[in-house]
């Protein structure tokens, strides 16, 4: 079985921004984005509303975008290995911390990872946790969630041998 991590090459991209305001603090390595924002690094693209990103003093990047209550915020990387191979997903906050690689899709979440277009797994539920590290998922509910509410959380899991043979 091959093992794909989020694409390395995305480390030493340039940050490209855009919205309908943009705001930078440079000595605080802060910025501040509303409207219709797009953020650019390599093969990651991040979409939503309202967002904030702050820079480290080695260069990691932590970032929280928001949706508003038309539009979903959103997450896609390609996969670092020989397919064709994302992680994609929406949520009302999507929030990514470039150093340990860990993604959190918060609010009617949903996650995908897709292989030249195709679905492999597929998760939805409240909160979704993706460490791309360890290659680890996790779907949790709302604090608040009632034992009626369920299901609370949803996989779709393609099997292994399967996903592996069609690359």
């Given amino acids: 079985m091959q093992v794909a991590y989020a ?3 995305d480390q030493d991209k340039p940050i490209i921004l855009e919205a309908e305001k943009v705001s930078i603090n440079d000595v605080q390595q802060v910025y501040d984005l509303e409207g219709e924002l797009i953020l650019i ?5 991040i979409t939503g509303e309202k967002g904030n990103i702050k820079v480290d003093p080695e260069g990691y990047e932590y970032v929280d975008v928001k949706g508003n209550a038309n539009t979903t915020a959103s997450f896609r ?6 397919a ?5 997903g929406r949520g009302q906050t999507v929030v990514y911390n470039a150093k340990t690689e ?4 918060t609010g009617d979440a949903s996650l995908k990872r897709l292989d030249n277009m195709q679905m492999i797994d597929q998760l939805r539920g409240w909160k ?7 290659q680890y998922y996790q779907v949790s509910p709302q604090a ?6 369920l299901p609370q959380a949803r996989a779709i899991l393609s099997p292994r041998r ?6």
């Avoid at 979704?128 to 360890?134: G, M, R």
């Avoid at 399967?162 to 690359?167: D, G, P, S």
């Fill in 77 to 82: 990387q390609k996969r670092e290995g020989p």
């Fill in 162 to 167: 399967k996903a592996t043979l069609q690359k």
């Fill in 84 to 88: 064709d191979e994302f992680m994609q």
């Fill in 7 to 9: 694409e390395k090459a």
């Fill in 41 to 45: 690094k390599g093969s990651i693209l």
């Fill in 102 to 105: 860990l993604l959190t899709l």
């Fill in 144 to 149: 608040n969630a009632k034992p009626d509410d």
């Fill in 128 to 134: 979704i946790d993706y460490d791309d590290v360890t």
